[in-house]
C-alpha cells in the first residue's frame, strides 16, 4: 500500500498536459451571447439553475457548462446563487407538487427584467413523469415560459444557442 500511495505522490498528475481542448464554434457561439447580453441589459447575463424535480441529467450538462471545455465564465455568463440576482431562471425538470411553491417563490424574487426558460423534455412537456402522483406537469403549466429548449438531457451547445436566441429575439418582462 505505501508503494502505491509514494508512486501517486511523485508521480504527477494523471490528467493530461496543455490546456482543454478548444472548440472555435463553441467559443464564437459563446461570444455572440456575451455581446447579445451586453446589448440587452447593459452587463453579463446572470442564471439561477432550479431543478423542479428532474432526474439531474439535465443539471449534469448544465454544469458542463462551467468545466474548462465551455468555462462560460470567461465571456461573463455565470450562474448565481439567488434568484434576486438572476436574469434567467433556468428550470430543470416537471414541476413536482413540492417544487411549485419554491418555484413560484423563485419567480417572484427575481427581478425585472426576468426570463424563464424550461430545459429539458421533462421541463418542456413533463416527459416521463407526466401524469405522475407527485408531478403537476410542465414548467408552463405554473409559470410563463419564455423558451424551451428541448432534448434528454440537452447538450451544453444547445443551451448556449438556447440563450442567444432568448436574448436576441424575446421582449423583457
Known amino acids: ?22 472548440d472555435p464554434a463553441l467559443a464564437e457561439l459563446a461570444g455572440k451571447l456575451e455581446k447579445a447580453a451586453k446589448a440587452r441589459l447593459g452587463r453579463s447575463l446572470s442564471i439561477r439553475e432550479v431543478d423542479a ?12 457548462l462551467n468545466n474548462p471545455i465551455y468555462d462560460l465564465e470567461r465571456f461573463g455568463i455565470r450562474f448565481v446563487a439567488s434568484p434576486r440576482h438572476a436574469d434567467v431562471l433556468l428550470v430543470t425538470g416537471p414541476v413536482t407538487r413540492n417544487m411549485r411553491e419554491a418555484l ?8 425585472d427584467p426576468k426570463w424563464v426558460v424550461a430545459c429539458g423534455d421533462c421541463a418542456v412537456d413533463g416527459g416521463l413523469f407526466r401524469g405522475g402522483y407527485a408531478c403537476i406537469g410542465p414548467v408552463n403549466e405554473v409559470l410563463p415560459v419564455d ?3 428541448p432534448g434528454c ?9 438556447g440563450l442567444l436566441a432568448l436574448l ?3 421582449d423583457t418582462r
Open 53 to 64: 424535480g428532474s432526474c439531474n441529467g439535465c443539471e449534469l450538462e448544465i454544469h458542463a
Open 153 to 161: 438531457p440537452p447538450r451544453p451547445a444547445e443551451l448556449l444557442a
Open 1 to 22: 500500500m505505501f508503494k502505491h500511495i509514494l508512486k501517486s505522490l511523485t508521480g504527477g498528475p494523471v490528467t493530461e498536459a496543455g490546456p482543454a481542448p478548444a
Open 147 to 149: 423558451l424551451h429548449i
Open 168 to 170: 436576441e429575439t424575446s
Open 104 to 111: 413560484v417563490r423563485s419567480w417572484d424574487a427575481t427581478p
